[in-house]
């Protein structure tokens, strides 16, 4: 769980810092996702940008009948603003949580995932989908299945240029040992560059 929490503010904070600047990126799910969407200068100027600059962060949480909504919002010294507004809903089989980042200048990217469980198969089915600024849209599709002795997980990107990577995870527990193995295969097809 703290894996998961260390890699969701950098790529934030690196989706932020890509509105304010202006740079054509998506809004990503990871650090390394984020850092695609702009140039090398680009990235050093946001990444400079806020490790010097002071800002205040005002945070709502709401509870919801059927979920909960958190609204950030980040004031930087010369009074320029981004927003963040996240809604997480329950559902029947799972939930979804849909967020809105809108930069100083009024840009806006999204991210809408959806989480379905069947835990009679044992089988877990995310899918989102980020736009960013200029409305290009990435997909990943991640489906995750538990097996005797460990678990399965294959994820498929469909890149806003058309191209398509995967990954593949084959995981098992040791119980004697208290090990776990994961055999992790990787293609990341035509990255568009």
Not at 8 to 18: D, Q, V
Not at 88 to 106: F, K, L, W
Not at 156 to 168: F, H, K, L, Q, Y
């Amino acid at each position: 769980m703290k894996a998961k929490q260390f890699f969701r503010r950098p790529a934030l904070a690196l989706a932020l810092a890509t509105l304010t600047l202006g740079a054509g990126g998506v809004l990503a799910s990871s650090p390394s996702e984020a850092r695609d969407g702009a140039s090398p200068p680009k990235r050093a100027a946001a990444a400079e940008r806020l490790r010097s600059g002071d800002f205040n962060r005002q945070t709502t949480h709401q509870r919801t009948e059927t979920g909960r909504t958190r609204s950030d919002t980040w004031t930087g010294a010369e009074g320029r603003q981004a927003k963040r507004q996240r809604e997480i809903r329950r559902t029947e089989s799972g939930h979804t949580r849909d967020t809105t980042v809108t930069g100083p200048e009024g840009r806006t990217a999204t991210r809408n995932a959806r989480v379905h469980r069947n835990a009679e198969a044992g089988v877990r089915t995310r899918e989102s989908v980020a736009t960013g600024p200029e409305g290009r849209t990435r997909r990943v599709t991640d489906v995750t299945e538990r097996v005797e002795g460990g678990y399965l997980r294959n994820t498929t990107v469909e890149r806003a240029d058309g191209s398509t990577g995967t990954r593949d995870v084959v995981a098992t527990y040791d119980r004697e040992t208290g090990t776990w193995v994961r055999d992790v295969t990787v293609d990341r097809g035509n990255d568009g560059g």
